[in-house]
Nanobody, 125 residues
Framework: VQLVESGGGLVQPGGSLRLSCVVS????????ISWFRQAPGKEPEGISC????????YYEDSIEGRFTIFRDTAKNTTYLQMNSLSPDDTAVYYC???????????????????WGQGTQVTVSS
């Protein structure tokens, strides 16, 4: 199982970025893809997830209404569209996969076995 993120970068406050997570190495199983982020000096936090079973989603309060998670099954890719970015969103963003799971809820690190390498998002003027 492999996850590869891309799309990070430097953006001004109020700007937008779209992160991508290409997933490979498993088929015909239910799974949940989550996005985590780790800001400097802080613990990683799970901020969003989407279920392959019914496309249900979860958003942590601080990103609700600004970020959108969605999947393109033809491309085996999960996206995180991030709008109205603020300096508080600066972090390394990771996608992670949890296989044989249909329920999407507040992501917890120990539940995920497969992780991408991370992509840096910096929000600064």
């Amino acid at each position: 199982v492999q996850l590869v993120e891309s799309g990070g970068g430097l953006v001004q406050p109020g700007g937008s970025l779209r992160l991508s997570c290409v997933v490979s190495g498993f088929t015909r199983v239910y799974y949940v893809i989550s996005w985590f982020r780790q800001a400097p000096g802080k613990e990683p936090e799970g901020i969003s997830c989407v279920s392959s079973g019914d496309d249900s989603t979860y958003y942590e309060d601080s990103i609700e209404g600004r970020f959108t998670i969605f999947r393109d099954t033809a491309k085996n890719t999960t996206y995180l569209q991030m709008n109205s970015l603020s300096p508080d969103d600066t972090a390394v963003y990771y996608c992670a996969a949890r296989l044989f799971e249909r329920l999407c809820g507040p992501p917890l690190r120990y539940e995920y076995d497969y992780w991408g390498q991370g992509t840096q998002v910096t929000v600064s003027s």
